[in-house]
């Protein structure tokens, strides 16, 4: 059983996806410390352009479960939505859904990170299990790749695999040394870097082949 572990994004760009495709279980790293700088709470728009979610400014040390929503985060958001030009209705389905969700009733902020990436998964054909790492009874004081190797032999996994970028992040001799094995997605040679555009105009076939088309392992 292959296991893939990456933090909750806002909407990622399809690349995101292919770990999804290619694992068995797919973990949502939801009890590490907010990236402030990453795409956790952020997605590209267009090149260049990015709409952020309006989250409560946190201590450094906040974990991504714990993400709070602004006091006036419903109409900052809906103002963000408004400036990209994200209709509140929409007709095709996929299209419905994803405004629905944007302009829905906000909850945690972690519930709407994953509710996201579930519509997203749904949308493309991928049904691979989605948990959060918070729910896994693993052994809190790992960090790290010892963190992400008790996650996996927690699931009964055999094997681990992460985007490219991970690369320098992990050692495949210590993943050999516990009778698992390290493996990593080709860099992403897609087209499509901005998601929500092609969900809102229903281009979701030609976003699910190009998914799966480059969804490759490296040797």
Same mark, same amino acid.
């Given at each position: ?26 973990? #949502? ?18 090149? &260049?352009?990015? #709409?952020?979610?309006?989250?409560? @400014? !946190? $201590? ?7 993400? !709070?929503? &602004? ?14 030009? =994200?209709? @509140?209705?929409? /007709? ?13 009733? #906000?909850?945690? =902020?972690?519930?709407?990170? /994953? ?11 991928? &049904? ?5 790492? $918070?729910?896994?009874?693993?052994? !809190? ?34 993943? /050999? ?13 897609? !087209? ?28």
């Amino acid at each position: 059983m292959r296991i893939a572990v990456m933090q909750p994004y806002l909407y990622p760009y399809a690349g995101y996806f292919r770990l999804l495709a290619a694992s068995d279980v797919f973990i #949502l790293y939801d009890d590490v410390q907010f990236p402030r700088r990453g795409r956790v709470h952020r997605c590209e728009m267009t090149p &260049h352009r990015w #709409l952020t979610l309006p989250i409560e @400014r !946190q $201590s450094r040390d906040t974990l991504i479960r714990d993400l !709070q929503w &602004h006091e006036a985060a419903r109409e900052e958001l809906d103002g963000r939505l408004s400036s990209f030009h =994200v209709p @509140r209705t929409a /007709e095709p389905p996929v299209a419905a859904a994803v405004c629905h969700h944007l302009y829905g009733p #906000l909850k945690e =902020v972690i519930d709407f990170l /994953e509710t996201g990436i579930r519509l997203v998964a749904d949308a493309v054909g991928i &049904h691979t299990p989605i948990m959060r790492s $918070s729910g896994l009874a693993i052994d !809190q004081s790992l960090r790290g790749q010892a963190r992400i190797v008790d996650i996996v032999r927690a699931l009964g996994g055999r094997s681990y695999i992460n985007a490219p970028g991970g690369r320098s992040l992990y050692d495949a001799r210590q993943f /050999e040394a516990v009778g698992l094995r390290l493996e990593f997605l080709m860099p992403y040679s897609g !087209q499509f870097f901005h998601i929500i555009q092609p969900l809102m105009t229903g281009n979701v076939t030609a976003l699910a082949d190009d998914i799966r088309r480059t969804c490759a392992i490296e040797n």
